[in-house]
């Protein structure tokens, strides 16, 4: 009977133990969005290990630290080659993460403030497939090598962050900042939609 006793202890805390590490770290969900409207991924890179673990903020309230234990990176091309989407998504610390949200979203407040040429003087809202996702972007085509930041805090210590990068004319695939706004919202929408079908393996 004690031996049965000890067997079930060693199973139970090898599954919480497995429970565990299974939470703590970034579900493949998150960086396998393949299908794009007129988009190609490509691989993603892992953040290195050597990496960090703690980045700097600005704020309106001073400098704020955001955790970073893990990461990926994925790019997405436009039919030119060139990348209009970079993809972000960061793990933190669990018992940093809502402080981390709050950090993350003040920085984008205090950019949005000290930039010039934006789309609104306040943050950007927006809610796709019961995701909400909060950003910057600018006001005009015309200036800028990033047209807008977005981040997403789904949940499970993880942050999925949105850079749409600007370009050279000849390497656009977009023509205004109505259709840039128009391929933001698209690009949005259907990675969230990902999201609600995905099941991590």
């Known amino acids: 009977m004690k031996s049965k006793l000890n067997l079930l202890s060693i199973i139970l805390l090898t599954a919480s133990l497995f429970g565990f590490a299974a939470e703590n770290e970034i579900g493949q969900c998150y960086i396998s969005f393949k299908s794009p409207t007129n988009l190609t991924p490509l691989d993603p890179d892992r953040l290195p290990e ?83 996702v909060y950003g910057l972007s600018r006001g005009s085509i015309e200036t800028g090598s990033t047209l807008g930041i977005f981040v997403m805090f789904p949940g499970n210590d993880v942050t999925v962050y949105f850079y749409f990068n600007n370009m050279k004319p000849e390497y656009r695939n977009f023509e205004s900042v109505n259709d840039y706004k128009k391929q ?7 990675y969230t939609k990902y999201l609600t079908t995905c099941k991590d393996e």
Not at 74 to 86: E, Q, W
Not at 184 to 190: K, S, V
Request: charged letters at 35%; zero cysteines.
């Open 50 to 132: 050597t990496s960090e673990k703690v980045r700097a903020l600005k704020t309106d309230h001073g400098e704020v630290e955001v955790t970073r234990i893990d990461g990926y990176r994925i790019l997405y091309n436009n039919g030119k080659s060139a990348p209009f989407v970079n993809l972000k998504v960061e793990l933190s610390e669990e018992k940093s993460y809502q402080k981390d949200r709050q950090n993350l979203i003040d920085n984008l407040k205090y950019v949005n403030s000290q930039s010039t040429g934006m789309e609104t003087k306040d943050l950007i809202e927006l809610e796709f497939n019961g995701y909400k």
């Open 184 to 190: 933001r919202d698209q690009f949005i929408e259907e």
